[in-house]
Nanobody, 116 residues
Framework: QVQLVESGGGLVQAGGSLRLSCAAS????????MGWYRQAPGKQRELVAA???????NYADSVKGRFTISRDNAKNTVYLQMNSLKPEDTAVYYC??????????WGQGTQVTVSS
C-alpha cells in the first residue's frame, strides 16, 4: 500500500502562484512514477504532469511553460509548482502514484481556485 497526502491548495488571483506537495509513505519501492491530475466540475479527470523514478517529466499542453513537477527522493515528496495561474486551472488536484501491475494510489485531493 502507498499512502499519499497532498497539501498546498488554496485561493489565488489570476497570474499568481501556488505550490502543491504530495508526501508518499508505505510501499515506496513499488512506485514507478508520480503525477498530478486535476478534475474540474463537470469534466473528466486529466493528467497535468508526471515524473518517473528516473526524473523524466511530461506535461499537459495546457500547462507547459507554467507548471513544473519535481521530486525530493529523500523526503518521498513530489511537488507541483504552478505559476501564471489562470481561472481555467481551477480544479481539485490529485496526486497519483503509478505502481506498474499494482493498483494506482491516489491522494484525497486539494482544491485550487483561481479568481479572475
Amino acid at each position: 500500500q502507498v499512502q499519499l497526502v497532498e497539501s498546498g491548495g488554496g485561493l489565488v488571483q489570476a497570474g499568481g502562484s501556488l505550490r502543491l506537495s504530495c508526501a508518499a509513505s508505505g510501499s515506496i519501492f513499488s512506485i514507478n512514477a508520480m503525477g498530478w491530475y486535476r478534475q474540474a466540475p463537470g469534466k473528466q479527470r486529466e493528467l497535468v504532469a508526471a515524473i518517473t523514478s528516473g526524473g523524466s517529466t511530461n506535461y499537459a499542453d495546457s500547462v507547459k511553460g507554467r507548471f513544473t513537477i519535481s521530486r525530493d527522493n529523500a523526503k518521498n515528496t513530489v511537488y507541483l509548482q504552478m505559476n501564471s495561474l489562470k481561472p481555467e486551472d481551477t480544479a481539485v488536484y490529485y496526486c497519483n502514484a503509478e505502481r506498474g501491475l499494482l493498483p494506482d494510489s491516489w491522494g484525497q485531493g486539494t482544491q485550487v481556485t483561481v479568481s479572475s
